[in-house]
């Protein structure tokens, strides 16, 4: 699987946007692009995954550039409760010969303040 | 709720004794992952079963460490010996193995290791 490339915090007032960004600048043409976060001392919660396009979810849009190197999470009005660690991971489906595991860096501390 | 269950939530024990993990999983998910997440560090991944077969074991899992998963349903992850090091919190994730596969996680059980 691809490794990935986050800062390691970002900073968000309240009601605005939050825009995470992840580098992968190795991925290759049958890997997804998953974003989980975890809440402190809770287990990671799923966001949303793409392939190709963007994606929209009730949570997040998940935005992949054309050449596929990087991608930007977006939280279209941060809460409080969206303060967490956030991780981009890229795994290739299961029957295109992608690994079982998820494989976490060290994500983006996000912190929403008032 | 019909998410992934995991019991306890904490379990604190001396060095030496032995300790038991239960996951149950998502209802008809055939994959079930442990993993394991130490203060700082994104999760690591153990191990992960397909149905009740154990397909893959990570070099992490030492010899104290056993997974089973003996009907396919819930999952125990036991180790015996307990050292410090093993302090962490412990993961459990299940997925319907197929494309994607994405993996929804359980809440954790926080181990302490005195």
């Known amino acids: 699987d691809a490794k990935t490339t986050q800062p390691p915090s970002m900073d968000c007032a309240e009601g605005r946007a939050a825009n995470l960004p992840c580098n992968h600048s190795?991925?290759?043409?049958?890997?997804?692009v998953y974003w989980y976060r975890q809440i402190h001392s809770q287990g990671p919660q799923y966001i949303i995954h793409?392939?190709?396009n963007n994606e929209t979810n009730e949570m997040a849009s998940l935005i992949i550039t054309e050449d596929r190197k990087s991608s930007t999470l977006i939280l279209p009005h941060a809460t409080l409760r969206d303060t967490a660690v956030y991780y981009c991971?890229?795994?290739?489906?299961?029957?295109?010969?992608?690994?079982?595991?998820?494989?976490f860096g060290t994500g983006t501390q996000l912190k929403v303040e008032l | 709720d019909t998410g992934v269950s995991q019991n306890p939530r904490h379990k604190i024990t001396k060095r030496g004794q032995n300790v038991t993990f239960r996951c149950d999983p998502i209802?008809?998910?055939?994959?079930l992952y442990w993993y394991r997440q130490t203060l700082g560090q994104g999760p690591e991944f153990l191990t992960y079963?397909?149905?009740?077969?154990?397909?893959?074991k990570s070099r992490l899992l030492s010899d104290r460490f056993s997974a089973e998963r003996p009907k396919g349903s819930f999952s125990t992850l036991e180790i015996q010996r307990t050292e410090q090091g093993d302090s962490a919190m412990y993961l459990c994730?299940?997925?319907?193995?197929?494309?994607?596969?994405?993996?929804?996680f359980g809440p954790g059980t926080r181990l302490t290791v005195l």
């Open positions: 994730a299940s997925s319907l193995g197929l494309g994607p596969d994405t993996q929804y």
């Open positions: 190795t991925i290759s043409g049958n890997e997804y």
């Open positions: 793409g392939l190709k």
């Open positions: 991971i890229v795994r290739a489906a299961i029957n295109r010969g992608g690994g079982n595991k998820l494989t």
């Open positions: 209802s008809e998910h055939n994959r």
């Open positions: 079963f397909q149905n009740e077969a154990q397909l893959e």
